[in-house]
């Protein structure tokens, strides 16, 4: 008989298991992780993410896309929730970009300020690896490289619509709208992605 073992407070980030169970922010996370020998499953409660806060991953590493009928584009890899969606914030928030990958660096870059949908991101933009802005996210804002587990702060000086990505990842399908707004709202969230048990060929494709 398998026997279940329940711990609390693991990351998901420290274990490289995904959530199976829960979903709304500020809502409890339950991760399988890697079994131990044949008859020894574990389970690892995680929080979900802190309110004001984005959380970024690659598409592929399990937050998965989301075709959008709104911004007529397929958004991925930031989250306010769970899994990929569009972002929200109100003007002037203060928020904590936490990259939420176990093994890879991302970043969080403006690409540009739109009026509104469509959301039409460029083919080949030039994405700052360097951090620019200076903490005040609005039009050239870039975080600069985030490790696994690790967060940036970022105040939403300017209210907009701007189109975000990945410097590292863009061409992977990690790009999104992020609102700042009055009433701006997260979007609808993709739905979780099948697991991928391909070996990368390179690891210079998948960024630092």
């Known amino acids: 008989m398998g026997v279940a073992l329940a711990l ?9 298991g995904r959530a199976i169970t829960g979903g709304a922010a500020g809502e409890s996370q339950v991760v399988m992780l890697p079994p131990i ?3 020894l499953l574990v389970y690892a409660v995680t929080p979900a993410l802190e309110k004001d806060t984005i959380g970024e991953e690659r598409p592929d590493e399990g937050l998965g896309t989301i075709k959008s009928g709104k911004w007529q584009a397929t958004l991925g890899g930031y989250t306010q929730q769970r899994y990929s969606q569009s972002l929200g914030f109100k003007p002037h ?3 904590t970009i936490v990259n939420l990958s176990h093994s890879i660096t991302h970043t969080l870059d403006v690409v540009s ?6 959301a039409h991101f460029p083919a080949n933009p030039k994405l700052s690896i360097p951090a620019k802005g200076h903490g005040l996210f609005q039009s050239g804002y870039a975080s600069g490289p985030i490790k696994p587990g690790k967060s940036v702060t970022v105040t939403l000086v300017k ?15 990690m790009h999104d709208v992020i609102v700042i707004a009055p009433h701006a709202a997260p979007g609808q969230q993709a ?9 990368p060929t390179s690891r210079s494709s998948y960024g630092p």
């Open 93 to 95: 928030t203060k928020i």
């Open 37 to 39: 020998g044949r008859d």
């Open 113 to 118: 300020e739109i009026k509104g949908p469509p």
């Open 159 to 173: 209210a907009g619509t701007y189109l975000i990505g990945c410097a590292f990842h863009y061409h992977q399908g």
């Open 8 to 16: 609390a407070g693991l990351a998901v980030s420290a274990c490289g």
């Open 191 to 199: 739905t979780p992605p099948p697991r991928s048990t391909a070996t």
